[in-house]
């Protein structure tokens, strides 16, 4: 069956990095963008941007563009999510989402990120 | 950016009643292909979303049909009627016509 199982949570300094994975089985990697997706404590959901995991190409949206990095290792069929300089609001669940024809069909269990000094 | 306005924020209903909820959106969500790409997601407690609906009235595999998509341009509602105890949760719609894509700010479904 189709699975994206994500990296456990993290816990970080401000101005730290942290990477996150969201390993895939189940289906042909290459045939889904993969989607990104925040969900601060107790807020909602945020659209962060996706990945072309064909190309490789990624797409941010405007509150994501500079420390947040979007990765494959294609070879592994895992996606990852990178954020440098990390800072208290980015305190946060971070979802992966595959999508197909423009709907999110499966998602990974999350992976919670903990920014404190 | 397209916002999504979902009301109301939380809905208390009685087992086996309906529920109804609004997502209403700053601009159509029609895509100049003719497709609506508006979906509604159910965040359960303490899990993932789920994929409930999509292109607007499209139910996902194994969703049940009590479970209701329905509107057009900027206007949508999710019905659900008979609620059972496992549709507790935060519903979100969801838009993917426009970029960026965006979600609603969600609607809390609590069982009385």
């Known amino acids: 069956q189709i699975q994206l199982v994500q990296s456990g949570p993290e816990l970080k300094k401000p101005g730290e990095s942290v990477k996150i994975s969201c390993k895939a089985s189940?289906?042909?990697?290459?045939?889904?963008?993969m989607h990104w997706v925040k969900q601060a404590p107790g807020k909602g959901l945020k659209w962060m941007g996706w990945?072309?995991?064909?190309?490789?190409?990624?797409t941010y949206a405007d509150d994501f563009k500079g420390r947040f990095v979007f990765s494959l290792e294609a070879s592994a069929s895992t996606a990852n999510l990178q954020i440098s300089n990390l800072k208290n609001e980015d305190t946060a669940t971070y979802f992966c989402a595959r999508m197909t024809n423009y709907v999110m069909d499966a998602w990974g269990q999350g992976a919670s990120v903990t920014v404190s000094s | 950016d397209v916002v999504l306005t979902q009301t109301p924020v939380s809905l208390s209903v009685t087992l086996g009643d309906q529920a109804s909820i609004s997502c209403r959106s700053s601009q159509s969500l029609e895509y100049s292909d003719g497709y609506t790409y508006l979906e509604w997601y159910l965040q359960k407690p303490g899990q993932s979303p789920q994929l409930l609906i999509y292109g607007v009235s499209n139910r996902f595999s194994g969703v049940p049909d009590r479970f209701i998509g329905s509107g057009s341009g900027t206007d949508f509602t999710l019905k659900i009627s008979r609620v059972e105890p496992e549709d507790l949760g935060v519903y979100y719609c969801f838009q993917a016509t426009h970029d960026p894509l965006t979600f609603g700010s969600g609607t809390k479904l609590e069982i009385k």
């Open positions: 189940g289906y042909t990697f290459t045939d889904y963008a």
């Open positions: 990945i072309n995991t064909y190309t490789g190409k990624p």
